[in-house]
């Protein structure tokens, strides 16, 4: 087996042709609808949107980024302008128990002009019935009804008065009220005078006065009647005389709304309910005192006769598209506000608030599933109300009994909607696991796709994209030049030249840059050179941590050879990732062996500073060197990996070639080239599997040899599988055009050790007498060794014997 050749230069960046475009810039592009690439995922949305049934709801799953809410909210807006409106929802009081606010369906619009004509009717009230109160009509009736209980109660006392004249005795009024008195020659009789009259005279006069007062009682009683029946007289007067200020106003409005039985219902209490308290609308505003109108929640109101619209929909056309951002509980099913009064909270159905589930009625809803999962009892609150196909507005120390309080109890609000959920994939799944409901209610999922794929058509349709995009948000025309290098930026964040990223967000602001940088260029539209000045201006903001680590290495504090040659020594690659930026340097890996019991000792993971893959790697490779080398033999070695200067979590099994490499040269005695640097994964069968951020560890090692100067001698070996993500800088290219760089794919370990030690990999039976020519020989020659010293040692059973003998030998 020879050493691979290192790779062609056209293999290292695979460029995108600006050639194959047969426009000039992108303003001679037509726009494009959506989003392209992302079929499955429409489809989705047309289904969940176009089926009328119950629970096909839309959960959108995807990473960040790719354009989810700006395509989800482009389909579903498309769709709900042709729907037809929704209906108005309004609160109105219960007059028989206002703490049960009632809830009205009205057409669209018509809650709007409901609140109007109620608030024209109390005000016309407010004229019309103190007018009727003030008029000669009104007065006349008063007076006459007035009049005749007068009469009545003159009439009455009069005959009394005449009945006790009659009989000596005379009627007096007093401030005290009425008494009885004997009179002589028409004057009332002192206490001596009456003393002198004979006895019988004055028996006689007591029980006339007895008798009277007993009448005089009874006649007392009949004028507290009368009072009661003088006043249910004018009370029904005013019913009248309210009834014809009101009737005619209300019987309009019915008239109006008669269609709707609810509001006629409504209208008929409102009007019940200004004819038992007409006073309310009698009291000027000049008769109320401060404190009376700070009191005003315990004193009849004319805010009883208020509509509240809770949802109007009279405005745009169409079926709403609600987004809610902060999807609280209260945010979501509505709340009920309370004022401050004298030190209370007092509320009424005028404060009943809509939620988004309110103002989606109808249409559809869209959430943030992450923002919804974690504000508290939202979305239990959420599937209440759609299993239950209803919102009903209770406050959380109402739901939970944490308030014991008297508050307002709104009739609920039936509910129809579709609610699309956006969120990623890892919380659809756990919700599909772990809650019984969600399978229930969202049965349909949108999977966007992370990568498109990189061709002719998908390329054209992706500089339509562009062309829409630049347009949309004012930008210059890009250049095709320009786009080319777009869609080449794209393959560079997917990870594979056969892939452009979906990651819309992050090619619009990449746009965004390069427009800035055109614009203060003075230049007519954006050229290749502002999209690279922008990619290099990106690369620089987040490159402070990228700088420190290679200064580190530069000055000698990180210990990173790139020349010369040592055993068990290799330069692995290490990723750091920033979030949105990624990049990697040198790490040193180092491996000593020595005869033991055939275990591997990975220090990262006895510290605890390594992952289980990492792990799962030095296991596997650990495997691979007992079946190749042992055989039948005791597997009698000890060895220890580690990454020399790493004091953080070290994961992933990227380095396990690398690791692998380090032992082989450690137990062969045979240098390594430090010009070079690996990665790859490795399995028990010895061949190397692909592993990620390959351009940024080729970049990593470059950029250190670069700054040490680049000699010929270096190069980095990457797995086969990872030539066709390879998307260089252009720096990197060209180094390696000049022959100062090179790239190297591997598919095993043994091409992987011959391009390290420049000694042929060879087999295991390669090892004979004296020194074997290859490298796999001069592994097996040494744990063959160690294998016969591991055969020489005492066992732990023959060493206690040993002691014991000599112990008996001492004894003696």
Not at 417 to 428: A, I
């Amino acid at each position: 087996m020879s050493a691979p050749s290192a790779l062609p230069v056209a293999e290292l960046a695979h460029r995108c042709d600006a050639g194959q475009f047969t426009f000039a810039t992108t303003e001679q592009l037509e726009d494009i609808g959506v989003i392209p690439g992302q079929d499955r995922a429409i489809d989705a949305i047309e289904l969940a949107v176009g089926i009328e049934r119950d629970g096909y709801n839309l959960f959108v799953m995807g990473p960040a980024g790719c354009g989810r809410h700006t395509l989800v909210r482009q389909r579903i807006e498309a769709r709900a302008k042709d729907a037809p409106r929704p209906s108005d929802w309004v609160y109105v009081n219960n007059f028989p128990h206002p703490h049960q606010p009632i809830a009205i369906e009205l057409p669209p619009g018509r809650g709007a002009g409901l609140r109007s004509d109620m608030a024209r009717l109390v005000e016309e009230l407010r004229s019309n019935i103190p007018a009727v109160f003030e008029g000669d009509e009104y007065r006349s009736k008063v007076d006459s009804i007035d009049a005749e209980f007068k009469e009545r109660h003159e009439k009455a006392f009069s005959s009394l008065g005449d009945e006790s004249m009659g009989q000596g005795v005379a009627l007096l009024r007093t401030p005290a009220g009425f008494s009885f008195a004997p009179v002589k020659n028409g004057e009332v009789m002192g206490a001596d005078e009456f003393a002198k009259l004979p006895e019988a005279e004055q028996q006689r006069l007591k029980s006339a006065i007895e008798a009277l007062q007993t009448k005089l009682e009874r006649l007392i009683r009949d004028t507290m009647r009368w009072r009661k029946e003088r006043l249910e007289r004018i009370r029904e007067l005013n019913r009248e005389m309210t009834l014809f200020a009101v009737g005619h106003l209300v019987d309009e409005l019915k008239q109006r709304y008669g269609t709707w039985p609810l509001v006629v219902e409504y209208l008929d209490a409102v009007q019940r309910d200004v004819i038992e308290n007409d006073d309310d609308f009698r009291k000027s505003e000049e008769e109320s005192s401060p404190i009376a109108q700070l009191m005003q929640h315990e004193e009849p109101s004319l805010r009883r006769y208020q509509v509240n619209v809770l949802v109007d929909n009279g405005a745009p056309d169409g079926s709403p598209v609600v987004y809610a951002d902060h999807p609280t509980l209260q945010n979501l099913v509505g709340r009920i506000d309370h004022i401050s009064r004298l030190g209370t909270l007092v509320t009424d159905f005028t404060q009943i608030k809509a939620g988004a589930l309110h103002r989606a009625n109808g249409g559809y809803l869209l959430l943030d599933a992450i923002k919804l999962l974690t504000q508290p009892f939202a979305w239990e609150g959420l599937k209440r109300a759609l299993l239950r196909h209803q919102v009903r507005i209770e406050s959380l120390g109402e739901a939970y009994g944490l308030v014991s309080t008297l508050s307002l109890e709104p009739e609920p609000i039936p509910l129809k909607l579709k609610v699309v959920l956006v969120g990623e994939r890892l919380l659809f799944y756990l919700l599909r696991a772990y809650d019984p409901d969600f399978g229930r209610l969202f049965r349909v999922a949108a999977d966007f796709e992370e990568h498109l794929e990189r061709t002719p058509d998908t390329s054209l349709l992706f500089a339509r994209f562009i062309a829409t995009r630049a347009r949309s948000d004012k930008l210059l025309p890009l250049e095709r030049e320009a786009v080319a290098r777009v869609v080449d930026f794209g393959s560079r964040a997917a990870g594979d030249t056969r892939k452009i990223t979906a990651n819309v967000e992050r090619m619009v602001e990449l746009l965004h840059e390069a427009d800035y940088r055109a614009r203060q260029a003075g230049s007519a539209v954006i050229g290749a050179a502002a999209i690279q000045g922008a990619i290099e201006a990106q690369r620089h903001r987040a490159g402070r941590l990228r700088g420190q680590v290679q200064e580190a290495i530069l000055r000698g504090k990180v210990l990173i050879d790139t020349a010369g040659a040592a055993v068990g020594q290799v330069n692995g690659l290490s990723v750091f990732d920033l979030g949105d930026f990624a990049f990697a340097e040198p790490v040193r890996i180092t491996a000593t062996t020595r005869l033991g019991e055939g275990q591997v000792i990975d220090i990262q993971r006895e510290v605890e500073l390594g992952g289980a893959i990492h792990s799962k790697g030095v296991m596997i490779l650990s495997a691979f060197l007992a079946a190749r080398f042992s055989g039948n033999l005791p597997h009698a070695l000890a060895a220890s990996l580690v990454f020399e200067q790493t004091y953080g979590h070290v994961d992933g099994d990227s380095a396990s070639l690398a690791e692998l490499c380090a032992l082989l040269s450690s137990l062969a005695d045979v240098p390594i080239l430090q010009g070079y640097a690996v990665t790859g994964s490795i399995n028990q069968l010895g061949e190397v599997q692909p592993i990620g951020a390959v351009n940024e560890k080729i970049e990593g090692f470059f950029d250190i040899c670069q700054a040490r100067g680049l000699s010929g001698e270096h190069g980095v070996l990457i797995p086969a599988a990872n030539v066709d993500q390879l998307m260089l800088r252009d720096e990197v290219v060209a180094a390696a055009a000049e022959g100062k760089f090179r790239v190297y794919a591997v598919r095993t370990v043994d091409e992987a050790i011959e391009l390290l030690t420049g000694l042929p990999a060879g087999l295991p039976e390669d090892a004979g007498g004296g020194v074997p020519p290859s490298l796999n020989g001069r592994v097996a020659a040494r744990l063959r060794d160690l294998a016969a010293l591991h055969r020489e040692q005492p066992r732990p059973g023959q060493v206690r014997r040993i002691a014991r003998a000599r112990g008996k030998r001492n004894a003696r």
